[in-house]
């Protein structure tokens, strides 16, 4: 099983380029989500899908873009990027359940960025 | 006010050794999970143990076992008989309202590093 897939692992942009960060997920999971990861601060949510063609913010969302056109792949894009975007990205997908078993958030292999 | 605190920075514990990693979290919705993950220092996510908001026993998983305490909002990670490959960060997270499947992804706290020693 290939889980959920993250491409590119590692990314070197200049400031103000555009890229876009590519997830799948062959799990069939409805939710989707994007985070980021700063030293000392965890992982914080970006963007979320509970299901395709439905998006929302979380609680970083200023300067990335989401859309989710299918159940598989949910990218993100950088529209302009910044030095304070350098991080490390995580992309997770879990089922939908009113059951709380199995709910667990399965983790891509992350994206390091820097934007130089 | 933080969602998930985790005041431990940093761990060193002795292989072999019971190793408890604290969490506590805040919310007013009565329908919640808690995640720990392992964050090995090759950067991957690794799902350790669950507990629901209803669930009325502590959560066991082979050597890992969460102390939930609903009225404390306390959910500890045990580590019994720590070995050297358990040496990683650790974070607890939060998922609030299951009720209507309204997830909106996880909370996360800052994490613990825990040095395991020989």
């Known amino acids: 099983n290939a889980g959920v897939t993250q491409t590119p692992k590692f990314q070197v942009l200049k400031t103000g380029q555009s890229m876009t960060l590519q997830c799948a997920q062959d799990m069939n999971h409805e939710y989707m989500s994007w985070y980021r990861q700063d030293p000392g601060m965890g992982l914080r949510l970006i963007h979320y899908s509970v299901g395709a063609g439905i998006t929302d913010q979380g609680e970083v969302p200023n300067g990335y873009n989401v859309s989710r056109s299918t159940t598989e792949d949910f990218p993100l894009r950088l529209l302009s990027a910044a030095p304070s975007q350098t991080s490390v990205y995580f992309c997770?997908?879990?089922?939908?359940?009113?059951?709380?078993?199995?709910?667990?958030?399965?983790f891509g292999q992350g994206t390091r960025l820097t934007v130089v | 006010a933080q969602k998930i605190t985790q005041t431990q920075p940093g761990m060193f514990v002795q292989e072999k050794e019971a190793v408890t990693l604290d969490c506590t979290y805040d919310t007013s919705d009565p329908s919640y999970g808690l995640f720990w993950y392992k964050q090995p220092s090759s950067g991957e996510m690794i799902f350790l143990i669950y507990q629901g908001s209803y669930d009325q026993q502590n959560a066991t998983e082979g050597r890992y076992s969460l102390n939930f305490q609903k009225a404390r909002k306390s959910a500890n990670l045990v580590i019994s008989a720590s070995q050297l490959g358990d040496s990683a960060m650790y974070f607890c997270?939060?998922?609030?309202?299951?009720?209507?499947?309204?997830?909106?992804?996880?909370?996360f706290g800052k994490g613990t590093h825990l040095i395991i020693q020989p």
């Open positions: 997270a939060m998922r609030e309202g299951f009720s209507g499947g309204g997830a909106d992804g996880l909370t």
């Open positions: 997770a997908s879990s089922y939908s359940s009113l059951d709380t078993k199995n709910t667990e958030a399965f």
